[in-house]
């Protein structure tokens, strides 16, 4: 499908200067987009095409790199770094955005400027990729996109069958979920789609959710169906009390899980220690209705009035489970940062424990797709012996075909499940009660 070639020369550049603060500043796509001015100032066509761009340059980037290479005698020096980006850029258009082969490789030409004798270069390799490259591409590994790092702690998780599968998922462009606060058929019928699962409504294609109906009224708020069942799994293990159930939400912003527990009736404490986050979270319960004051605190340090019956922590981490979603983070993580998460992780299960009367509830859960933060996290909380026990995840009902058992360690969604709808975000998720 032929996609907005954008307004030329400008959004290339503002594309380039956004790709390489990505990869040489270690910069989360989104902080740069909302960072970057010029990128502001453009029309929403113009953004919608940068970000679409960008996105693909990164998600495709390991393929790109190498079928540029194809079609270069020598590998470009360091210095030339940015021709390099060029290539790959100009690359993703004609595969990917299939956008007209003369003004891609006319605007490329006209970025190389700045680097005397290399425009013949880009104006000579962008013109046979747009010949052959979709064909040499198929040749290409798309293990490629994914950092060693990354590929080889997943093939030791998962096997090289759900890597490979996971890889798959993550060159493809997400489709976007949402929660409904009402009836989901209703709502799949105003929006021109189906229900994807329980409350969850699917979309493909979305320009400016903003101005999709339900949207100001607060009658759904985006959220990927792997996000909601943490929630969903606190719900059906909480119990019928006599009055509604307390439960404070650990890390809470931006606030899908607090509008789950609110939805159903619980009364909830939401915390989290960023200010910037606390506010976007405040805006977004205001939409949907909520009247509710989010507690600024750091999670390990907060002391609530009185013992919850449940606590939800999603805690943070790497977000590898996102990638589909935030293609930069290959690119802006790494094992150790990984590592430095896990140590938060079990500090902050560990003093959300202590919070909990006995018989009170935790559910742990992270958007990761490493063991060190799943599994291993739950192991290492086991071992200090707290006094509390994992309940088993119930893979029927919500859960089917949505989550690998790992019994007494909880269970977790990839990417690749539902792989034919449009798969789902990495998560990983337990349940424990204090005995």
């Known amino acids: ?44 066509r113009d953004r919608a095409f940068v970000h679409l761009l960008v996105a693909t340059s990164l998600r495709r980037r390991g393929q790109l790199n190498a079928l540029v290479k194809t079609y270069l005698k020598a590998p470009l020096p360091k210095r030339l770094k940015t021709v390099q980006e060029i290539l790959l850029l100009g690359a993703a258009q004609l595969i990917f955005l299939t956008s007209p082969a003369h003004a891609v490789v006319n605007i490329a030409v006209n970025m190389c400027r700045r680097f005397p004798g290399h425009q013949g270069l880009v104006n000579a390799v962008l013109r046979r990729i747009a010949d052959d490259g979709a064909i040499r591409l198929r040749g290409i590994d798309i293990r490629l996109n994914t950092p060693k790092w990354l590929w080889n702690s997943w093939i030791n998780a998962y096997g090289e069958e759900a890597a490979r599968s996971i890889a798959e998922i993550h060159a493809q462009e997400p489709p976007l979920d949402i929660t409904v606060s009402g009836e989901p058929r209703y709502w799949a019928q105003i929006l021109g789609t189906k229900v994807f699962d329980d409350k969850t409504i699917r979309l493909t294609k979305v320009s400016d959710i903003k101005e999709l109906p339900g949207y100001a009224n607060g009658s759904w708020w985006v959220q990927d169906f792997a996000a909601s069942l943490p929630a969903r799994l606190l719900l059906s293990l909480v119990g019928n009390t006599e009055k509604k159930p307390s439960v404070i939400d650990l890390c809470a912003a931006p606030g899908g899980k607090t509008a789950q527990l609110l939805a159903a009736g619980t009364l909830v404490t939401s915390v989290d220690k960023s200010n910037k986050r606390t506010f976007i979270l405040k805006q977004n319960l205001k939409r949907l209705g909520y009247d509710i004051k989010p507690v600024i605190a750091d999670a390990r340090r907060f002391v609530p009035s009185e013992p919850p019956d449940a606590i939800l922590l999603d805690a943070p981490c790497s977000a590898t489970g996102t990638i589909r979603r935030n293609p930069d983070i290959p690119y802006t993580k790494d094992k150790s940062i990984v590592e430095r998460m896990a140590e938060i992780q079990l500090e902050l299960a560990t003093e959300a424990v202590s919070k909990l009367n006995p018989g009170g509830l935790l559910v742990y859960s992270v958007c990761s797709l490493q063991i060190e933060e799943g599994e291993k996290v739950i192991e290492g909380l086991l071992k200090k012996n707290l006094g509390i026990r994992p309940i088993p995840v119930d893979q029927e009902g919500f859960f089917k075909d949505a989550l690998i058992q790992l019994g007494d360690l909880g269970g977790r969604t990839l990417p690749s499940d539902r792989k034919n709808l449009g798969g789902m975000d990495g998560f990983y998720m337990c349940a424990l009660r204090r005995n």
């Open 1 to 44: 499908m032929n996609k907005n070639p954008g307004s030329g020369l400008k959004t290339r550049q503002i594309s380039l200067s956004i790709l390489e603060s990505v990869l040489n500043n270690k910069e989360t796509l989104k902080d740069t987009l909302e960072s970057d001015p010029n990128f502001v100032m453009l029309e929403p």
